[in-house]
C-alpha cells in the first residue's frame, strides 16, 4: 500500500453498454440524474472536474509507442466511460459518493482510486539516485 499523501480521488465510470435497453424516457430521466448529481458535487466543492469520455480512441504500447491500435471497444464491459475528480479527505467519503452514482442500478461500475502528489516511481528512484550520486 501506498503511504504517499493524496491529492485526491478520482471516480472512473467503467462500462459504456450499462444503459442499454432503457426507453428514451429511461435514459433521458438517467442523464438528468447524472448531470444533477454533478452539478450538486460541484456547488458542494467535493467534484473539481468530471467529463464523459468517447467510447473508441486508440492504445498506444510496445518500445517507443511502435503499437497503436483501434480501442478501447465501444461494447466493452471494462472501458472507461468517463470520470469526476474529487476533492474530498478520505477514501470512506469518495466510495459514499461514488455509491450515488446513477448508473449504479443498471450495470455500471464505478472505480474510486486516490491520485497522487507524485508518481511512485520518482519517490522510488529519487533516494536511489541520491545515494549513488553520493558514493560516486
Request: glycine share 10%; proline share 7%; with cysteine.
Amino acid at each position: 500500500m501506498n503511504t504517499q499523501s493524496n491529492d485526491g480521488y478520482m471516480l472512473l465510470f467503467r462500462g459504456t453498454d450499462w444503459h442499454k435497453g432503457l426507453s428514451p424516457e429511461q435514459m433521458q430521466q438517467v442523464a438528468g440524474q447524472w448531470m444533477a448529481w454533478f452539478k450538486g458535487l460541484m456547488d458542494e466543492g467535493k467534484a473539481i472536474a468530471g467529463k464523459p469520455l468517447e467510447p473508441e480512441g486508440k492504445v498506444v504500447s510496445g518500445k517507443n509507442g511502435r503499437l497503436v491500435a483501434d480501442g478501447p471497444f465501444a461494447e466493452s464491459k471494462e472501458a472507461i466511460a468517463g470520470y469526476f475528480l474529487l476533492r474530498v479527505d478520505s477514501m470512506e467519503e469518495a466510495v459514499a459518493i461514488a455509491q450515488q452514482c446513477p448508473g449504479l442500478p443498471y450495470g455500471a461500475k464505478v472505480e474510486v482510486r486516490p491520485v497522487l502528489e507524485q508518481c511512485p516511481m520518482t519517490s522510488e528512484a529519487l533516494p536511489k539516485a541520491e545515494t549513488a550520486q553520493a558514493v560516486a
